[in-house]
Every structure is written in C-alpha cells, then in structure tokens.
C-alpha cells in the first residue's frame, strides 16, 4: 500500500485534527500562561486573546495574533506552537512544519509539537519524516493514545502494515472506544491479513490452505458454485482436513442442493464427532425435510455442546411442532421472537408462534402474534420501497439483496 492509497482525508478527518488541535491547546494554555510571564503585559494579552479567537475558531485572527507575539517575543515556543496549529487548521502546511520545527528548536520537549510536525508532515507526504516526528511523541509520551494512532496511520502510508498494527494495537489499549482509532486499526489488521495470503500463495500456490481461501472469498461474494469448486478441490489436497466438508457442506446448501450438503456434513462428522455446525445444520436440513424427530436430537445434541447457537430456538421449535409436540414448539418460539435475529427469521418465528398457538386454541394470542407478523412484513415492504426508490433517484441499475432465509 503506497502512500496514495492510504491518506487520511476529507472532513471527518479534518474535524479529527480539529479537535486534536484543540485538544493539545488546552493541555498547553495552563503552561503557556504560567510561561508568559517572560512576556510583556501587552504581548501576554495578545496571545490570550490569540488562544481564545483559536478556541471559537476565528484562525485568522488567531493566527495574527500569535504571529504579532512570535514578532515581539521570539523565544515564547508555545506561541509557535500555536501559530503551527492554526496554519495546519488553515492547510498551510509548510507553515506549519516551519512554526512546529522553531517551537522545537526553543524547547525541544514541548508537549504535542513533534506529534503536529509529523502530522502537518504526513499532510506533505513526506512519511519518513512524520514517522520520525511523532515516534519521538510515542517515546516521550506513552499513554498519549492519539500520537500512537498517527504513527500507525504514518506507518500505514509508509507499507509498514504490522508496525501500523502494533502501533494501532497500544492506541485501542488506551482508547478502547475512540471510532477513529479502531477504524484505522481494523485497516491495519486487514492488510496484514492481506499480505499473511499473498505470501501463503508464494510459498505453496498449490497448498490447500490457499484453495480454502479462495473458497472463503467465493462464499463471502456469494459465488456459491465457485465456492463449492474450490472446496472440493482443497478436499482432494486435504481429505482428512476438520472443517472442510463443513464448509462445503454450507456452500451446497446456499447453492440449494440439499442433498449434497447431508452428505458433506455426514461426511464431516465422520472426520470430526465434535463438530458443532456440521451436527447443527445437519439438524436443520433434517427439520427443513420434514423430519422432526432426527432434527430435534442432532439440534438438541449441537445445543448440549454449544449452547445459544444462532437461530437455534426458531429451528428446534420447528422440529418439536413437526412432532406434535406444540406446548414445547411454542415455548422455542416465545424465545425466537427475543432473540436478536435476522428480520426474515424473526417474522417466521412471529409466524410460526401464530400457528402453534392456533393449534393450542390460544385464539387471542395467535391473533396477536399474526398482527405481530404483518406488521414486520409490512415495516419490510416500506423499507424496500425506500430502497427502490434510493437506487431509481441514483440510476445505478443495482438492486438490493434478498433477504436472509431462515437458517
């Protein structure tokens, strides 16, 4: 990833620098003032009344302010701090480098100027030397969370994908729930992956790990038969490998072949007894085939190894209603309509519940949970219209997805 691919633009990124800005001036003003007494009074009022105007966001008139101070007191570094700052608000940046390299050469410790030059640097292009800049931030300031997403996002640009991670990484460590920092950490950790493949096709392009890949991403863009293809084919390399005829075993029921799918997830838990999916989705083609009974024990056996498997009340309660058994069906299906679902999921349970309600003579309550089920299809038709009527304003010839079907 060259440095054109990976910059860090646009007005969220500039309301970012904003209030990191803001943020490193207000940790500097208490300072500033208790500095200023090298300042005459006069020199002193303009740069307070320099900080404010940069605090409502006045730059121009900040900046003039802090560029008259760094006139009569050239030696005060933290009006070229700020000066620094408000030029890199104003995207002048080789300014600002200027003014953040002079706050440094008066005090070469001073809080956030290193982070800022190799900001306003990384603005420029000239990685090498933000990722110098902002390292001396890190070491000088470990916890500064805001200085370690930089050199992850400076490291980033610079191909420097592990290092952006494990910079990211200490970033997320001290600010477990800053959006930007896990939005920029997720892209790390993407490209490592990224690049973890490239160098598992060099060095087997015929292993069958690279072919499980291939079919990951098949199945991830629904291309269920190119999924199926590259399954098969990491099969015939790996036959005895866990996990492989499960995951064909999905693929052939996406691509609508049931049949295929039994045989696959049969034929994985023969290789492996403890696999929990192959056993639950073998369940679930059982239910989906009409039998109840074979799908209630391998669903309820799946469940005593792992329980809360996703969807797994709405499925059992289709088993046990196909058994006759509607107090119980019933029961699965209460929990379905609590459980966070799939919209299309949730509707059937509201649906299913209607109907083994009717079965029990619990009239009002399946009225209630029909009225419960239109209303969901009903809040799904205006939504697709919506939809429609977004992709007819844009013109773009895509239409939208179907819905997931029960699982």
Known sequence: MNSTHYQCTGS??????????MFCLCLLLTAAYSASAQLSPEDADKFRLASAAMRAGNLDEAAAGFAAVTKQAPTFAEAHLNLGLVREE???????????EQALRLRPGLRGANLFLGVAQYRLNELDKAFSAIAKETAAHPKDAGAWMWLGVVQLARNNAE????????AAVLAPTNTDILYHRGQAHLLVSKNSYAEMFKADPKSWRVRQVIAQANAEAERHIDAIAEYQAAIQL???????????????????????AEAAFEEELKIDPYN?????KLGVLATERGDGARGKELIAEALRQKPGLRHSDYNLGRAEMLIGNDAAAAEDFERATRAPSDPEVLQQAWYQLGLV???MHRMEEARQAMATYQKLKSAEAENAQKMLKKFEVRDDGAASEPPPQPQ
């Open 12 to 21: 969220a990124c500039r309301r970012r620098l904003a209030m990191a800005s």
């Open 90 to 100: 104003q995207g002048r940046h080789s300014e600002a480098v200027a003014s953040f």
């Open 163 to 170: 290092a952006a991670a494990e910079a990211l990484d200490k």
């Open 238 to 260: 790996a036959p005895t490998q866990p996990g492989l005829h499960e995951e064909l075993g999905s693929e052939y029921r996406n691509a609508g072949k049931p049949q295929e």
């Open 276 to 280: 929990v999916l192959a056993r639950y």
């Open 357 to 359: 309600y009717r079965r």
